[in-house]
C-alpha cells in the first residue's frame, strides 16, 4: 500500500492566520492527491483534487500545491467555519489510502 | 444531484456479518464512469478504504479486508450493498459509501452509519 505521511497531527490557528498542512507520499503518486474537510458528524468533503484543482465551490482561500512526492494545503485568512480536520488521500493505486488527518483548532 | 444514503442495522453481534446497502439517488448506478465505494471510519480515527464495485460488477477490494468482504450492486434498485463477516470490536466505525471516478477524489459521500458491534 502506499503510506501516505501527514503533518502536523494538531494546528492551532487565529481566525486571519494563513496555514500549511503537508502530506508526503511513500511513493510517486504523480499528481493523484486529494484534500477533504472534515467537520464533527460529517462525511468528508473534497476541497481539492488532482493536487492543485480546487473543487466547484470551495473559496479561493484553500489552494493546493505539489513539489516531487510532497503536497501541500494551504489555507489564507482562515474563517471560522475553517476550524475542522483535514485529510489527504491518494487515488493513484488501490487501495486508496489516506493521511491520518489534522485537526485545525482554534488558538 | 447525486445523493448517497446508506442503511443497515447500527448493532452487529460478534462473529456475525455486517450488512449495508447504499441507496444512490439523483443519478444512475450505471454510468460506466462511476465507482461505488465504502470506506469506514472508526471512533476518533482516520479514514480506510474498504473496497469499490462499478456498474457491470467488477470488484476491488483492500488488501486487509479482501477475505472477508463481499461488495454487490443492484443496478435495478439503484444500490450497492457491503456484507463483512466475522466482525470484532474492532469493526465497530462510521461506514461510510461514496463514488468516485477514475483516480478522482470520493465525491459525494453519504451521510454515513454507526454500526457498533457488541454483545
Known amino acids: 500500500d502506499i503510506q501516505m505521511t501527514q503533518s502536523p497531527f494538531f494546528l492551532s490557528a487565529s481566525v486571519g492566520d494563513r496555514v500549511t498542512i503537508t502530506c508526503r507520499a511513500s511513493?510517486?503518486?504523480?499528481?493523484?492527491l486529494n484534500w477533504y474537510q472534515q467537520k464533527p458528524g460529517n462525511a468528508p468533503k473534497v476541497l481539492i483534487y488532482?493536487?492543485?484543482s480546487s473543487q466547484s465551490g470551495v473559496p479561493s482561500r484553500f489552494s493546493g500545491s505539489v513539489s516531487g512526492t510532497d503536497f501541500t494545503l494551504t489555507i489564507t485568512s482562515l474563517q471560522p467555519g475553517d476550524f475542522a480536520t483535514y485529510f489527504c488521500?491518494?487515488?493513484?493505486?488501490?487501495?486508496?489510502?489516506f493521511g491520518q488527518g489534522t485537526k485545525l483548532e482554534i488558538k | 444531484q447525486l445523493q448517497l444514503h446508506e442503511s443497515g442495522p447500527g448493532l452487529v453481534r460478534p462473529s456475525a456479518t455486517l450488512s449495508l446497502t447504499c441507496t444512490v439517488s439523483?443519478?444512475?448506478?450505471?454510468?460506466?464512469?462511476?465507482?461505488w465505494d465504502w470506506l469506514r471510519q472508526a471512533p476518533g480515527k482516520g479514514l480506510e478504504s474498504i473496497g469499490t464495485?462499478?456498474?457491470?460488477?467488477?470488484?476491488y477490494y483492500n488488501p486487509s479486508l479482501k477475505s472477508r468482504v463481499t461488495i454487490s450492486v443492484d443496478a435495478s434498485q439503484n444500490q450497492f450493498s457491503l456484507k463483512l463477516t466475522s466482525v470484532t470490536a474492532a469493526d465497530t466505525a462510521v461506514y461510510y459509501c461514496?463514488?468516485?471516478?477514475?483516480?478522482?477524489?470520493?465525491?459525494?459521500w453519504g451521510q454515513g452509519t454507526l454500526v457498533t458491534v457488541s454483545s
Open positions: 461514496a463514488r468516485h471516478t477514475s483516480r478522482g477524489p470520493y465525491d459525494p
Open positions: 439523483g443519478g444512475s448506478i450505471r454510468d460506466t464512469s462511476d465507482f
Open positions: 464495485i462499478n456498474y457491470d460488477g467488477r470488484t
Open positions: 511513493q510517486s503518486i504523480s499528481s493523484y
Open positions: 488532482g493536487a492543485s
Open positions: 488521500q491518494q487515488s493513484y493505486s488501490g487501495p486508496y489510502t
